[in-house]
Each structure stands twice: as C-alpha cells, then as structure tokens.
C-alpha cells in the first residue's frame, strides 16, 4: 500500500482527497495510530472517516462527543431493565432461592446484560476488516473525557470490573475530529498523528463539485467554487464549507442557470452563508465583486 493507494481507494468512495489526507491515512493506517484531524467545519474531515470505512470494508463506528458526555455513553453501560426481568423471572421460577445472591448478582452483571457502547464496540474481537472508529467532534467532550479516551487509545483496552478485560486483538482504524472550539491537550494529541485540514483548493472542488452534484455544467461548477473561494476570503463569521458549495450548485442547477451572475448570487446566497453578519459583510464587499472573481478564476482554468 502507498499514499497513492489510499488516494485512489477513498476517491473511489467519492471522497477527493488531497496528497496530505492521503499521506496522513496512509501512515495512520501502516503505522496503526490514531489520526486526529482538526480544521474548520465542512471541511471534510467527518466524512473522511466515512469514506475510509466504506472503502477498507470495516465497520464505522461513531462516537459523536459532547459535553458531558461519560464512560456509561461511551463504552458500557448495565442494561437496567432487562436485570430487572430477569431477576423477577429467576423470583418467578424460583431459580432465585437455589442461588446465593453473590450468584444471582454475578448473573446479572454479566456480558448478556451489558450495553456495548461505541469505544467498547470497537475493540471486540471481529471477523473482517477492522472496524474504524470515528470519534467526532472530541472538542465538544470535557477534560476527563479526553484523559479517558488518551487511556484507551493507548491500550485498546477496557476494564469492566464485573466481567473482566476486553482488549482488541488488532486495533481499530480510529479517526478523530476537531473543530478547535477549543485545544485538545498534548497527551491526546502526542499519542494521534496530526493533519490540519483545509479547504480543498480549487480544481479540487471544482472534481468534488462534479463528482457530488451529478449533471452539473462544467462551467458552473468552476464558477461556484471560484465564488467560494472568494467568499471564504472576506473574512466571514463563518466561511463556507464544502456541503455548502455543493448545496449552492445544487441550487443553482434546479434553477436551471449555467453562468452566476449578480441577481443569482444575491438570490441564493442563503445556500451558502447562514449568518446575517456574513450576509451584511458581502454586502458590503459588493455581489458584483464576488461575481466578477467567479468569472476570472472559472474562465481563466476552464
Ligand atoms: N474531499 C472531499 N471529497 C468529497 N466530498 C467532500 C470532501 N470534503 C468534503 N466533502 C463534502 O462536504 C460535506 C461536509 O464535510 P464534513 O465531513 O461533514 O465536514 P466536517 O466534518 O469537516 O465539518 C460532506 O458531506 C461531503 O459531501
Ligand atoms: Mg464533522
């Protein structure tokens, strides 16, 4: 396998991605460490872990974080009324009086009345490929959470004092993701190879465009993601990100255009900015400005 391998595998997968994201797969996945990627929303970073998936044929398992999210939403928890009916029936039978209550109790915090959660699923010894674990958004997730995750990234194991050791024979492809809302401290990330995700660049887009968006003019798609790329430069609140420049020439297509221009721009940039701050600040930019970038940049690599 070489980085060049990967790129041809998650294109496949309709995921583009670029030489880093590529690399960065590739040693991840020869080396067998977790991969965080950080960058702003849309991106691409969720989605690649998707792709990765879908294209080594193991299983995507997704922790979305959030705060305050703990050990019992992330790795087990006791299935409390299922231990309950079992209980009542082992009463019913009269099992319950044959057994000490050190047996009953042994019975019920057992591996059948356990709720695997996504972290433990993901290191139970399987057939197949092995699963990748996306752990999405660790920004969201507090302090203790993330030294719990560095503990388990470290070992691919997981102690559940009733039942015992669960450890990962081969371990899980893990991806994670961040926002940045906030850092993700050092010890998570010394123990993760790191990949700064940005904006695809142009030509990129424009095949992603394509790709997404079936039936889209080639010249309109080289447009959008020139007005993008313009968009992205006025320093907004928040800068379009992929999803939106293929809603945009989504948009644009079941409105039957082939070329922007200033009216159509104004009339659906609400595809693309979601904020009233950034709306004001194209505004002020001038829509004739973006539309006229569009126009230089789409025609000058068509
Ligand atoms: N390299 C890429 N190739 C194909 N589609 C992409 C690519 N990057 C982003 N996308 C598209 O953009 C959308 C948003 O990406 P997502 O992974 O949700 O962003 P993030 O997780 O970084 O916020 C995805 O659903 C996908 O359709
Ligand atoms: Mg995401």
């Not at 231990?83 to 059948?112: F, P, V």
């Not at 197949?128 to 997730?141: F, K, Q, T």
């Not at 993700?184 to 190879?193: I, N, Q, T, W």
Request: aromatic share 6%; with cysteine.
């Amino acid at each position: 396998m070489t980085p060049s391998d990967v790129s041809t595998a998650l294109s496949a997968q309709g995921y583009l991605p670029d030489d880093g994201i590529s690399t960065s797969v590739f040693l991840a996945m020869t080396l067998e460490r977790p991969l965080l990627l950080e960058g702003e929303a849309g991106v691409g970073k969720t989605e690649l872990a998707k792709a990765l998936s879908a294209a080594t044929g193991g299983e995507l398992i997704r922790l979305q974080c959030y705060e305050g999210i703990d050990v019992a939403q992330a790795v087990y928890d006791w299935d409390y009324s299922r231990q309950l009916l079992h209980l009542r029936a082992a009463e019913a039978t009269g099992e319950s009086t044959s057994m000490t209550s050190d047996a009953l109790e042994a019975e019920l915090y057992g591996e059948r009345f356990m709720i695997k959660r996504a972290l433990l699923r993901s290191i139970e010894t399987i057939d197949g490929p092995p699963p990748v674990l996306l752990i999405d958004e660790v920004d969201r997730a507090d302090d203790e959470f993330e030294a719990y995750l560095l503990e388990i990234l470290s070992d691919f194991q997981v102690t559940v004092p009733e039942v015992g050791v669960f450890r990962a024979e081969r371990p899980p492809l893990v991806v994670l993701t961040s926002n940045r809302t906030r850092d993700v401290h050092d010890a998570l990330k010394r123990r993760c190879l790191y990949h700064w995700v940005e904006h695809p660049d142009f030509e990129r887009e424009v095949a992603i465009v394509k790709l997404r968006v079936p039936g889209v003019e080639d010249g309109l798609a080289r447009q959008v993601a020139a007005a993008v790329e313009a968009l992205r430069g006025l320093n907004l609140y928040k800068p379009p990100g992929v999803a939106e420049t293929i809603d945009w020439a989504s948009a644009l297509g079941r409105l039957g255009a082939t070329q922007l221009d200033e009216e159509l721009v104004a009339n659906t940039l609400g595809s693309v900015l979601k904020y009233r701050e950034d709306h004001q600040r194209v505004d002020q930019h001038g829509v004739a400005a973006v539309v006229k970038q569009a126009f230089e940049k789409g025609l000058l690599h068509g």
